[in-house]
Antibody
Framework: QVQLQESGPGLVKPSETLSLTCAVS?????????WTWIRQPPGEGLEWIGE???????DYNPSLKSRLTISLDKSKSQVSLKLNSVTAADTAVYYC?????????????????????WGRGTLVTVSS | DIQMTQSPSSLSASLGDSVTITCRAS??????LNWYRQKPGKAPEFLIY???TLQSGVPSRFSGSGSGTDFTLTISSLQPEDFATYYC?????????FGQGTKLEIK
């Protein structure tokens, strides 16, 4: 049973860099699995941050792309997130999620990606 | 970005009731639609993919339907653990987006 555990500083100062790690246990980095970061500001909804593939290919939310780096360390079974130049608007619970896919429409090459295993999340507050 | 709009934003129901939540996409997304349940203080749980396929282990009282731009999640015979917030999410293209959530409360 795959388990994910996010970790990192709970408090980051404005303009500094937010760095988080997601430890993956009980599973392997399969070639057909992506690893996704999602965040949720207090009392609000969910925002897709970005994803990384087994081969290290990334796809980022355009709203965060200029400040964001997601990386993968297969030797340590870890996925990392770095978000620089943070502001109070980046205060949120940050989740990592395992992201498999299904080919659901025979005539359509698009894969249906979904978040089937989530970490418990870690709250990051941006404040001086 | 494709916008996802859920309705209602909140609703009240009693144990044993049946409820339906609607999710509308701002663009055609075929059946690339997933549903999640989030209990207070917990991470979301994955329920349904491809609009209507239950994830393994999800009780059969959950059902989903729809295609194109309009989708529904129906929960029959509500159990105590179902009083939570529900989110739809499209996977048609990145950036993937979620609905704003529907909070289901006990009446």
């Amino acid at each position: 049973q795959v388990q994910l555990q996010e970790s990192g500083p709970g408090l980051v100062k404005p303009s500094e860099t937010l760095s988080l790690t997601c430890a993956v246990s009980g599973g392997s980095f399969d070639t057909n699995i992506l690893w996704t970061w999602i965040r949720q500001p207090p009392g609000e909804g969910l925002e897709w941050i970005g994803e990384i593939s087994h081969g290290g290919f990334t796809d980022y939310n355009p709203s965060l792309k200029s400040r964001l780096t997601i990386s993968l360390d297969k030797s340590k079974s870890q996925v990392s997130l770095k978000l620089n130049s943070v502001t109070a608007a980046d205060t949120a619970v940050y989740y990592c999620a395992r992201t498999p896919s299904r080919h659901i429409v025979p005539s359509d090459p698009i894969l249906n990606w979904f978040f089937d295993v989530w970490g418990r999340g870690t709250l990051v507050t941006v404040s001086s | 970005d494709i916008q996802m709009t859920q309705s209602p934003s909140s609703l009240s129901a009693s144990l044993g009731d049946s409820v339906t939540i609607t999710c509308r996409a701002s663009h055609y997304i075929s059946i690339y639609l997933n549903w999640y349940r989030q209990k207070p203080g917990k991470a979301p749980e994955f329920l349904i993919y491809a609009a209507s396929t239950l994830q393994s282990g999800v009780p059969s009282r959950f059902s989903g339907s729809g295609s194109g731009t309009d989708f529904t999640l129906t929960i029959s015979s509500l159990q105590p653990e179902d009083f939570a917030t529900y989110y739809c999410q499209h996977s048609y293209r990145t950036p993937y987006t979620f609905g704003q959530g529907t909070k289901l409360e006990i009446k």
